[in-house]
């Protein structure tokens, strides 16, 4: 069950590639791999946390409000998890610090709340949580992966080829836009192509 | 009626219940992030001066209105260090600068930043010559130097600066490295000239003048 939910999050119903939700972050963060990483990790544990808060308090909250609720209660979610790290993990922090703020304003968390932990239990919500996180990280990294190489002759920071001169573009944000559609448009061919062979 | 009387109360109840979370952490947790700050400030100071400098902290002291350190060896002098700040891109960048008795830059280093992570962000971004293929062989050992800071070494703060935005500073020949600092030239980080002329704009505005009052006071 968890390895099905798991390939849903990754291939199916990818933040990314398949729902195209949460582009921004996509194209600010993926000018290098290690970024890519922490953003990921980052959004996999915000993600879960507000499925499971979403998830457990959803009988108490009149749909018509649910709304701004979500909203209220993922904000503060993440300021306490922003606070707790400055106090507590500066190790963390120092790593995530920057990225952790930004996720408050990713839609993927809103749209995970309203769409499956409005409705699932608690336990579902959890894995779907980790399942769409995995989704999102794993597609940062590949466009991280393709611009840090491209844009920056570099990979986890260490230089690829010596004296190679990249290509700029791809580190700013217009070679942001290339990459994902450039990947967006091969993961739709293979879809359609297997879709096609099925018939 | 009734309805919307009864929606009000539930986002309220959410509201008032966010309110007293956040309040409740915030001050649990305020103390802990005020010395986390303090501790990270502290080892910033020891790291922009030379090893084994005693450091004297002034806690706010006059005569100047920001907070500075002061670096001796035996009881020599030997430079100070700044707290700076300055409104970046996307947020405050806080950092230290340390001078020696010349008013040379000997050592910077950044405490918070919000820049945007791969561009503005790059200002903490480890000084790294080793290339993927030799970290395969040898591994890679972070020792926490940043190439954006470590530019500024040797940099007068008694002389306007420039920043050149052609090239950035690791990928620059040792010779051009050297006409840089002797004329006073930091390399920009590309994608983010804002980030880096905050960091300039923060020390031309505040270090020169707090330098040239403290050597008044002392003579």
Redesign the interface.
Known sequence: MIAEELKRGVVGENPIFALALGLCPAL?????VT?AL??GVAVIFVLTGSNIIISSVRK???D??RI??YI??I??FV??VD??M???A?VLNRQLG??V?LIVVNCIILARAESYASQNNVRKSAIDGIAIGAGFALSLVAIAAVREVLGNN?????????GFRPM?VF??APGGFFTVAALLAIINYLRLKKERSRQ | MSEIIKLAVALAVVCIFSGIVIAFSHSSFEQQIEAQKLREEKEAVSQVFPSGTRILDTAGSAPLPIRYWIGRKETKTIGYAFALENQGHSGIIRYIVGIDTLGRIMGMKILSQSETPGLGARIEEPASEKSLWNAFGGGVHKDGRTWFTEQFNGISVSKPLSISSAVEWPSLPDTIKMEFTGSNTVSAITGATVSTRAIVAGIEKTVPACYAAIRGAQR
């Open positions: 600010a963060i993926t000018t290098s970024n922490g953003m108490w909250i009149p018509k409000v701004p609720c209220t209660i904000a503060t300021t306490v606070l707790w400055k106090a507590h500066p920057i990225f703020p570099r990979l986890f920071g260490l230089t690829v080829i010596p700029l580190a700013v």
